[in-house]
Every structure is written in C-alpha cells, then in structure tokens.
T-cell receptor, first 113, second 109 residues
Framework: NAGVTQTPKFRILKIGQSMTLQCAQD?????MYWYRQDPGMGLKLIYY???????DKGEVPNGYNVSRSTTEDFPLRLELAAPSQTSVYFC????????????FGDGTRLSIL | AQRVTQPEKLLSVFKGAPVELKCNYS??????LFWYVQYSRQRLQLLLR??SRESIKGFTADLNKGETSFHLKKPFAQEEDSAMYYC???????????FGTGTQLKVEL
C-alpha cells in the first residue's frame, strides 16, 4: 500500500516549458488536492477534486490546470513555466467529508530557470 | 478570510522541558483544527485533530474559541519530537485546509 505517490521528485524547467506533475493514490479516496509550498511559507492550495470528473480552484490556481479522469490519479499541469512557480508541490488525498485527515505524498521539488 | 498564524519559525528546547507550539486562527465559521508534523525525510502526516480530543505521542492541543487558539503542548520534550509542525484549519467544502507557516521544533540534549 503505497499511499500517495508523486512523480517526479525533482525537476528543473526552463521558462516557458510545460510539464505535468503526476499524483496517484491507492487508498480509494474521493478527495484529492494539490498544494505548493514556497520557502518559509505554509502550504497553499492550488486545486482540489472531490471525485472523478470534478475539480475546483483553490487559493492559488493561476498558471496551473488539473484533470481527474479516474479516482486514483490527479495530475497537475504547468503550461508556461514561470520563475514564480519554483516551489515544492505536494499532492494529498482524503476520504469524503470534513474532518478527514489528508494523506500526503513526498512532494516534487520544481525549479524554473 | 480564514487565516492560521504560527508566530514562531523556530522553537528550541532542552530534552525534558515543556513544549508549547502556538497556533492562532481567524475564521468566521465553526473551526476544525489539526496539527500536522513532518519528521526529517518523512512525509507530512497528521499528528492530532481537535475533534478527537486525544493525546498522540504525548502531545495535546485544546481549542480555545475565546482566544481563537489551538496551541500544541507536551510536558516533557523528547529528542524524537524534533520536526516541523504545521497547524491547519479545515475551511469546509471539499475538506480543504488552510495551513500556518509552520514551526521548526528542535529538542536539544
């Protein structure tokens, strides 16, 4: 039981390039989330999903896109990478409903140069 | 708008000393609060939640609505408690969380 798996762990992009951060969970959780964490800051929610085919914006969605075609996968897409998107990205999942703990992946460290 | 404030970036204590990690929140609704912890080279994981009113690894946290606080406490710090601690507020719909900036706890021998 791997929990939440994120790939890649590290990546360096050039300005203007695009990439997809992968996230998969094997706990049959309906809810999934993407956060970013800048140095010295807390985690900020980018997008979240409450089930396959349903996504919604979080606090900082600009410059990102998501899709949720299956319960297991929740990829995050950067279309035109910018230096401001240099951050550590965390994917998480939880059971449905409030008060449920979120389970996190190991994170992806992304640098845009 | 909801906000979580953790005023200390770093808290250094000696082994056996009491620990208190501060967390204050701002939220117009009924708050649901959590403490998450990240040990070195491990994933962020849930430590405890106010709704459970439980003690985990000797840590407790009491929700004080009057002071809008959810401070994390432990009477005797252990070396293995050294980690990054995040306070988080559940902001409803979709089980979303708003995180504080975190406090690095360092327990010295």
């Amino acid at each position: 039981n791997a929990g939440v798996t994120q790939t890649p762990k590290f990546r360096i992009l050039k300005i203007g390039q695009s990439m997809t951060l992968q996230c998969a969970q094997d706990m049959n959780h309906n809810y999934m989330y993407w956060y970013r964490q800048d140095p010295g800051m807390g985690l900020k929610l980018i997008y979240y999903s409450v089930g396959a085919g349903i996504t919604d914006k979080g606090e900082v969605p600009n410059g990102y896109n998501v899709s949720r075609s299956t319960t297991e996968d929740f990829p995050l897409r950067l279309e035109l990478a910018a230096p401001s998107q240099t951050s550590v990205y965390f994917c998480a999942s939880s059971y449905s409903g409030s008060r449920q703990p979120q389970h996190f992946g190991d994170g992806t460290r992304l640098s845009i140069l | 708008a909801q906000r979580v404030t953790q005023p200390e970036k770093l808290l250094s204590v000696f082994k056996g000393a009491p620990v208190e990690l501060k967390c204050n929140y701002s939220y117009s609704g009924s708050p649901e609060l959590f403490w998450y912890v990240q040990y070195s080279r491990q994933r962020l994981q849930l430590l405890l939640r106010h709704i459970s009113r439980e003690s985990i690894k000797g840590f407790t946290a009491d929700l004080n609505k009057g002071e809008t606080s959810f401070h994390l406490k432990k009477p005797f710090a252990q070396e293995e408690d050294s980690a990054m601690y995040y306070c988080a507020l559940n902001t409803g719909g979709g089980n979303k969380l708003t995180f504080g900036t975190g406090t690095q706890l360092k327990v010295e021998l």
